[in-house]
């Protein structure tokens, strides 16, 4: 599993379980990464992702399978070794945030260095060290109750980080901002990274926030790990029906094509040999390869126009054919409003093919239903 | 996949290790010993209650009690009048309260926010505080002794107003019909104007928005209402013991008082148990009412905008009547009470005024020669007892209250959350006095190596802490609910101890409702009698106790002296809690 073999991945799960009573909530996950890395678990809610971030913490015990840091299991669900939290060298942003409420910021930021018994003239260096990482230095005398929302999350990580822990784990941290700071908080937690080195384990259901910030991804659905890789691999080879249409922006199209004399058809639309394939299929097409026009002409997929959003200069453009909505992103679409016709023509191969069964149904109505859409922050 | 399997599950070493492991969880620990507590102040009592009532060989006091000759008079008799009282109480309350909830929420009656105000006032005043302005108005020559204001004036009281069933319902309806008023105002308040006008949108009439929606939110505080009060009034016992005693009006409580005072204990604690019985199959309905599941209709306190009804010409003398009512119920008495304990003659509030009764010297002419409260060092003695009892039980509730909000709120769903949260508030099922005799009957005689407690401080102190669990349960329950999870998981975080983070997180964040739930308890001990009256001994005697005492014995003005103290002291007591609510948390203000 090991992405390395030369050098101890800083972070390892090895056949990771967590048990609810009968739910199993993590249920078998192998993963490993190397020192510095990013680290996104990305997922739907109720996927797990919360509740592997929550182990490496140290506030739950997995009920199977190994953690371990740089080769030492921190914990294990078959022998019960499990060190404790505060000795794990990592640190954790809640997605509350969880400031208390009854200490300045930088009583919030000095507390934990208290509690790991650094002297007093070192723990004032480092908090006024942490503050100005974050630019928060003039906030210091205030009370968490008394700044903004992007104020409170930057004191959350001047705290998170300030022992200087080898292992930084992000819940969900930016689900509170508004669209604007999200983007922002974004690149400043890249920034953060870059200057401390450590290792980071990053939750979120956002698959653009993954995109950005991650140096590795696992997708995760019920669970399991759908796919593990580098964004980038994801998206050119997508392993899985719902990660095809998890991620992306927007999501791939997945279409639902008969396989007839060798050849896939979906609408009255011959879209290219089917190869050994015999059993109806899933064909994925990224936006970006469909093509449009006013006009129809044989090989065209006839669409009912829904609607168009300019992105960087370019259209992203639905439709609508037979209840199923399809996604083009185009230089400059053709007129239409909504309810007019459009032709819509697929490249000669899909990107992707997969087994079109009752489980990859269920994925993507999951995928689709965690609102991925067009997320444009 | 070999990570969890059924075999490792069963073996001892595996159990063995998830109890090392569970024991090193907080919630489990404190729970635990939580649990000890509890078992120590409710359960154990409570076994060794029902224990006396069956171990006495000769003549089984269950049969004394209820079938043999004297059982019409020590059981029936009274459990009719109890069960009358509670009746009466309940309805008057609900029509009271509930009323004046509709008038100060619903319409647009000038002055309702004043009313509001004092309509939840009440619960100042302890109960026998109302009966003995009662008294110093209404007490006719009966039973001999002094009398009231309205006899010395030449009104013939008659003595179906002076004593008995009337002025006991009388009395504790003005005292519990705030407790319906503030459930059923909630209510009310949490039926927004949304709610009406999607209903007036769906082409509702008035009369049917009242009877379809209105009423069904409110219906279930009404009914809790009526419950609760009832309850208090089965369970009172100073206020039948002033006004019915007398004139030997019994109800269970001041028969199970009789019993053990006149040294008749194993009649006494099988009435104790048949008096728990009552009042716990009532409010057990109650709690069930007011739980979970309808728990919207008071919880959502602030109901946005609310359409108020026009009362046109009929706003004035709703008003006059509300107001009527509650000046009757909080400033009348106080007025009798501070001016009845100045009077050189009982009853003559408008004759000549003397502080004798306050700061005079022993004078054998008057009260067989009983000093003034304020010197007679008795009275200091019990004074000082009563505020260490008060601060005692206050402390020792606010320790419990935070290890009971604890296990409660951070092991939610777990069999020892439930078993804590269930244990206390199993105190609220038992009316004071019989709580009392349970501690005698427990702690009367040694156990094992323990000396008796009757008659110590120690055992007043635990009685208490008992008593008021309840309160110390919902302050820690609702302190702890709004202590996040997260804080005290980020100090885990950063490595923190379970002491330290007990020290440094959570009891600063709750020390405010800690102080608050802890001077509540505090009001309730200062002000309690029917806990205590079976409790003390001339050794640890208490302001109630003395009070209660002077007024069976005739001494009006010094008993009404008293009782003015014991409010002051409340008063004071809330008062000086809202400061220090306000000093405790410099971070809570904006």
């Known amino acids: 599993m090991s992405s390395d073999s030369s050098e101890i991945p800083a972070i390892e799960f090895v056949a990771l379980r967590k048990a609810f009573g009968t739910v199993q909530a993590v249920d078998g996950v192998d993963i490993a990464v190397p020192a510095g890395s990013f680290l996104v678990l990305l997922g739907p809610s109720g996927c797990g992702k919360t509740t592997i971030l929550r182990m490496l913490a140290g506030l739950e015990s997995p009920t199977g399978g190994e953690i371990r840091f740089s080769g030492g299991v921190v914990a294990d669900g078959t022998r019960g070794t499990v060190l404790p939290p505060g000795r794990r060298d990592a640190g954790l942003v809640f997605q509350s945030y969880a400031l208390w409420p009854h200490m300045t910021v930088s009583g919030n930021v000095e507390w934990p260095l208290k509690v790991a018994r650094w002297s007093s003239v070192a723990r004032r260096q480092r908090v006024s060290e942490v503050l100005d990482l974050l630019d928060i230095t003039e906030l210091a005398g205030r009370y968490p109750g008394e700044i903004s929302g992007g104020q409170q999350q930057r004191v959350a990580i001047a705290r998170t980080i300030g022992p200087r822990p080898s292992i930084l784990l992000f819940d969900e941290p930016l689900s509170n901002l508004d669209a604007k700071l999200r983007v922002e908080m974004r690149s400043e937690l890249l920034r953060v990274h870059r200057a401390t080195g450590a290792t980071s384990v990053y939750v979120t259901h956002d698959q653009v926030e993954a995109m950005t910030m991650a140096s590795h991804v696992a997708v995760m659905r019920r669970g399991r790990v759908e796919q593990f890789g580098a964004p980038r691999a994801l998206l050119a080879d997508p392993s899985t029906p719902f990660v095809a249409s998890f991620i992306g922006t927007p999501p791939a199209n997945l279409v639902p094509a008969e396989v007839v004399d060798g050849h896939f058809w979906y609408g009255g639309v011959d879209l290219g040999p089917a190869g050994n394939t015999a059993e109806p299929s899933l064909l994925m097409y990224r936006a970006e390869t469909l093509a449009l026009f006013a006009a129809d002409a044989p090989g065209l997929l006839r669409l009912e126009f829904g609607d168009a959003t300019p992105v960087a200069g370019r259209d992203v453009v639905t439709g609508w054919h037979d209840g199923r909505r399809l996604t083009a992103v185009v230089e400059q679409h053709p007129p239409a409003s909504a309810g007019d016709p459009l032709f819509l023509r697929f490249p000669a191969r899909p990107q992707a093919v997969f087994a079109h069964d009752a489980d990859a149904a269920a994925a993507i109505a999951e995928a689709s239903a965690s609102g991925t859409g067009i997320a444009l922050e | ?590």
């Open chain 2, 1 to 590: 996949m070999s990570a969890s399997t059924p075999a490792a599950a069963t073996t001892p070493g595996f159990l063995l290790w998830r109890l090392r492991r569970a024991l090193r969880q907080p919630v489990v620990v404190i729970g635990l010993g939580v649990t000890a507590v509890l078992g120590i102040l409710v359960a154990v009592p409570l076994a060794r209650l029902i224990g006396e009532t069956i171990t006495f060989d000769a003549g089984s006091p269950w049969t004394d009690v209820l079938a043999s000759r004297l059982s019409e008079n020590l059981f029936w008799g009274p459990l009719v009048a109890t069960l009358t009282v509670g009746l009466v109480v309940g309805i008057a309350s609900v029509v009271l309260g509930a009323g004046m909830a509709w008038l100060v929420v619903m319409t647009d009656a000038p002055g309702r926010r004043l009313i509001g105000f004092l309509a939840s006032l009440p619960f100042v005043l302890p109960s026998f505080a109302l009966a003995l302005a009662w008294e110093s108005v209404f007490r006719n020559d009966r039973v001999g002794g002094r009398v009231g204001l309205l006899w010395e004036m030449g009104i013939a009281v008659p003595d179906w107003l002076s004593w008995g069933l009337v002025p006991v319902c009388i009395i504790l309806t003005a005292h519990y019909f705030s407790l319906v008023f503030l459930l059923v105002a909630a209510a009310l308040a949490s039926v927004n104007a949304d709610l009406t006008e999607a209903a007036e949108m769906a082409g509702a009439s008035r009369g049917r928005v009242a009877l379809g929606i209105t009423l069904p939110v409110v219906m279930p505080a009404v009914v809790a209402g009526f419950l609760l009060a009832f309850a208090e009034g089965v369970s009172n016992f100073a206020v039948p013991a002033l006004l019915g005693l007398p004139v030997r009006f019994q109800t269970l409580s001041t028969r199970l008082y009789g019993s053990i005072s006149t040294g008749q204990t194993e009649r006494g604690f099988v009435l104790a148990v048949l008096l728990i019985v009552v009042a716990g199959l009532v409010l057990f309905a109650a709690s069930r009412m007011t739980g979970n599941r309808r728990s919207y209709a008071t919880i959502t306190g602030k109901g946005g905008r609310r359409r108020t009804l026009a009362l046109g010409r009929w706003r004035w003398p709703f008003v006059a009547i509300a107001a009527g009512i509650c000046l009757a119920t909080t400033v009348a008495p106080a007025l009798v009470l501070a001016l009845s304990s100045l009077a050189r003659r009982s009853g003559q509030l408008t004759g000549e005024l003397t502080l004798h009764y306050w700061t005079g010297a022993s004078d054998p002419s008057i009260a067989q020669g009983t000093e003034g409260v304020l010197r007679n060092p008795q009275i200091i003695d019990a004074a000082v007892t009563t505020l260490l009892l008060g601060v005692s039980v206050a402390a020792l509730s606010a320790l419990l209250a935070l290890g009971i909000g604890y296990v409660v709120v951070r092991g939610k769903g777990t069999l020892l959350s439930r078993g804590v949260e269930l244990m206390s508030f199993l105190p609220f099922l038992i009316p004071g006095i019989a709580l009392g005799a349970t501690y005698i009957a427990l702690f009367g005689r040694p156990i094992g190596p323990l000396p008796a407690l009757y008659g110590t401080f120690a055992l007043l102190v635990l009685a208490g802490t008992a008593a008021t669990l309840p309160f110390a349960a919902q302050a820690g329950r609702s302190t702890m609910g709004q202590v996040s999870g997260d804080l005290e998981e980020a100090a885990v975080v950063a490595g923190a101890s379970m002491p330290r983070r007990l020290a440094a997180i959570i009891v600063p964040l709750s020390l405010r409702g800690l102080l608050a739930g802890g001077v509540l308890v505090f009001v309730k001990m200062v002000r309690d009698l029917s806990l205590v009256v079976l409790l003390v001994t001339p050794s640890t005697t208490l302001l109630s106790v003395i009070t209660f005492r002077y007024a069976s014995e005739g001494f009006a003005q010094f008993a009404n002296a008293i009782t003015v103290v014991i409010a002051a002291i409340s008063i004071g007591a809330t008062l000086l809690a809202r400061r220090l609510e306000g000093a405790a948390q410099p971070w809570a203000e904006q």
